[in-house]
């Protein structure tokens, strides 16, 4: 069984940085997609990042490219989101998620939340304006 737990959510102001972790335990894949996704209220969980749990391959929303940038740290088995230049549009819950599989391709990776087995709880992200 896989588990993630997020952290590092928080109040910021509209052109402020905030630096999200995700613990991952459990059994992984290497073709793994570990992914960050959202969901504002009134609105659908969405696509932020994702990168491979082996490999350096990342993609992201047009929404959040230049501004977010997701990596990895196998030996700690975390996967961080930096966000900077954050805008209110960002407020949102953000969650961690993998187990979805994801060969490198960029257009091929798996960006619907129901692509994804396993998910954290979520951390809170609020930016004032």
């Known amino acids: 069984q896989v588990q993630l737990v997020e952290s590092g959510g928080g109040l910021v102001q509209a052109g402020g940085s905030l630096r999200l972790s995700c613990v991952v335990s459990?059994?992984?894949?290497?073709?793994?997609?570990m992914g960050w996704f959202r969901q504002a209220p009134g609105k659908e969980r969405e696509f932020v990042a994702a990168i491979r749990w082996s490999g350096s391959n990342t993609y992201y929303a047009d929404s959040v490219k230049g501004r977010f940038t997701i990596s990895r740290d196998n030996a700690k088995n975390t996967i961080d989101l930096q966000m900077n230049s954050l805008k209110p549009d960002d407020t949102a819950v953000y969650y961690c998620?993998?187990?979805?599989?994801?060969?490198?391709?960029?257009?091929?990776?798996?960006?619907?939340?129901?692509?994804?087995?396993?998910w954290g709880q979520g951390t809170q992200v609020t930016v004032s304006s």
């Open positions: 998620a993998t187990g979805a599989l994801w060969y490198g391709i960029a257009l091929a990776c798996p960006t619907r939340p129901r692509q994804y087995a396993y």
């Open positions: 459990g059994r992984l894949f290497n073709n793994y997609a």
